[in-house]
Every structure is written in C-alpha cells, then in structure tokens.
C-alpha cells in the first residue's frame, strides 16, 4: 500500500477525485419524520433484491425472527453479490489488476492492495458470514498470500501506517478473522487531541472525518470480537463526541457546513465520509441520538424523493470488480435502506 505522500490524493484528500459523479442536493415538499417510516411498497421494493439487502431489512425494519435473518443471511455467500465478489478473488488472495488509468500514480502492487481492501470492506458491508466455508477460503487466502512488499513483507491484516487504511484492516480482521490487539494499540495511540484521526498526522494536527469514521468503524468491530476495554471505549466516545460536537457536518468554529459533498449519499462509501454514514455508525453503535444530530437527520429526510426512496447521488472513483449500485440519480436500495433504519433509530432509539 503506498506511504502518505502516495495515498493522499485516494485516501484523505477532501477535493473531487477523477471519475466522480455528484448530484446537487435536491429539497422536496417538507414531510414530518413520522412520514417516513417504511411502507409495505418500500419493503417489498427491498426484499425483492440481493440477499445482502434482504437480510439487513429482516433484521433491521420488519424484525423478523433470528432464525429467518440467518437463513437469508447465509445466502450471500452463495448468491448475487457476495457469490459474484468472491469469485473474483484470485488464488493469490487479491481481486486482481485495475481499470485502464485508474490510480496510475501509484505502482501496480498497491493499487492491487487497495482493490483488495475495498473489495473486502465491501463484502463486509454486505454481511457475509465470517464463520462460512466461503468467507474462511477467502480471508485464508489473504491472511497466508498476502503482504506489504515494501513494509518488508509485513502481512496485509498486520496493517500498514496510516489510520484510514489501518481502521478498515483493523475492522477486516476482527470481523473476519481475529481481533489484531498490535494494530488497535496503534491506532489508540495516534488519536489526536481533539479526538479524531487524520493520515496526514502528525504534519496536520487536526481530524480528518474520513478518517475518524474509518476508525471508529474498526475498533467498534475490534469491540464485538470481544476486546472491549476502557482504553478502546474512551477512544470511541472521544471520536463519537468529534463528530457530535460539531454536528456530524458542520465546523466547530463557525457552524458552516465544512464539505458539501457530506450531504449527498454513495455506496459503497469507500473511505468517503458522509451524513448517512455517520449516522449509520451511531446507529450501529447503540449510541442513543440526542439534539446534536437533528441538524443531519433533516438532511437524510431532505434526501428523500417523493416515491419514498432515497437516490444513489453520487459514485466515489475507488474500484472495485463488481456494480452493486444503481445509476446516479435513480432509486438506490443500499441509500433507502441505510436512510429507513437512521430514521427508525432517531425515532425509536430503544429499537
């Protein structure tokens, strides 16, 4: 994986990247929160897709049983976009070259890395069963075949030097394979004052929210494969209460909104920060909402288009093998799904 110099403009920088496409922010007829519970049309929209989607709306919008959830859940690694993502892994532990003039900044060996990375983040997000034959064959493959050459062969789930690539490895391996105690002593001992992270520290002593939710995402991971302590609770609520304290998207010295493109909704998110993503984590964290993200809660519902669903807004450059998203400006699954259940959390948050 390249070192910071070579990862600034793929992993922290805040500008446009080649390739991306964005929709402005589009404001509807105002509807009260209620008004956007999910609807039996919305529902069925959902469940009529892939099993990683229909899984995450059993457990987390019609509260199906246990059972039923894990049966559709042990689908996507035998079924559309897991199945598909899988079998482009090769039997070197990687998902092969890159696309025609993507990242040709960067050796080939580390935009093969980053494929590697996004591809599993992904798989992740799409809830394949870690403890499947398929998921075992597959992070096997990466633990024993793959390393950071020039990091004198350190192996990829050993991480590398920067906190936005490290907190996603550290979310892989804990969720995947094993919880990586040297990798999250890392991180925890590169937390800034303020409470975040940033991969231009220590040259930039401020946070970066890309960062910080690639972090944060990590060691809430690292957390539910059973290595909660008071050092990694501590190091959650000082990045939590960052990105409270300032709204989820607005600077702390003069309210303004600090990036534009924090209010439009992608997936897969990559490394990009957003609203909906970072309401998504707190959700996810059983953080109980408060008065200081009502200000991105009214942008998720402004989000919103008339039909009930929510659209894809824009696509980040990153690659990975696989479409998994509709077009740009079209109804989006993954966006209406992840914006449903933020509502549900911010209305009923004991659910």
């Known amino acids: 994986m390249p070192h910071r110099s070579a990862t600034r403009r793929s992993q922290c920088d805040t500008r446009f990247g080649a390739g991306v496409t964005y929709t402005p922010l589009r404001y509807n007829r105002p509807l009260r929160l209620h008004d956007y519970a999910p609807r039996p049309a919305h529902l069925k929209w959902l469940l009529g897709s892939d099993p990683a989607i229909r899984w995450q709306v059993m457990r987390d919008l019609t509260g199906e049983p246990p059972n039923a959830v894990a049966a559709e859940r042990s689908r996507v690694a035998s079924q559309g976009w897991g199945a598909q993502l899988l079998a482009r892994q090769s039997l070197a532990g990687n ?157 702390l010295r003069t309210g303004e909104v600090i990036d534009k493109r924090w209010l439009g909704f992608s997936f897969p998110t990559f490394w990009h920060y957003d609203v909906l993503r970072g309401l998504d984590y707190l959700r996810n964290a059983g953080i109980k909402p408060d008065s200081r993200v009502s200000d991105a809660i009214e942008i998720v519902i402004q989000r919103r288009h008339q039909n009930g669903r929510w659209p894809l807004n824009f696509l980040h450059s990153e690659h990975i093998p696989l479409g998994i998203e509709t077009g740009v400006g079209k109804a989006s699954r993954w966006n209406t799904l992840r914006a449903l259940r933020v509502l549900r959390w911010y209305n009923n948050p004991t659910c």
Not at 203 to 213: D, E, L, P, V
């Open 95 to 251: 998902w092969g070259g890159s696309p025609r003039g993507w990242r040709d900044d960067l050796p080939k060996e580390d935009r093969g890395l980053l494929i590697t990375l996004y591809s599993l983040v992904v798989l992740m997000d799409l809830g394949l069963d870690p403890a499947s034959k398929e998921a075992r064959k597959m992070i096997d493959r990466v633990d024993k075949r793959l390393v950071f050459k020039r990091l004198n062969n350190r192996p990829f789930l050993d991480g590398e030097t920067e906190p936005c690539i490290n907190g996603r490895i550290l979310g892989l391996g804990s969720y995947f394979k094993e919880p990586n105690d040297a990798l999250a002593n890392q991180l925890l001992g590169e937390q800034l004052e303020d409470g975040g992270w940033n991969c231009e520290a220590p040259k930039s002593r401020r946070s970066s929210f890309h960062t910080t939710i690639c972090v944060l995402e990590g060691l809430l991971e690292y957390e539910r494969a059973g290595r909660k302590s008071a050092a990694v609770t501590k190091a959650r609520e000082r990045a939590e209460n960052y990105l409270l304290e300032r709204r989820m998207f607005r600077s």
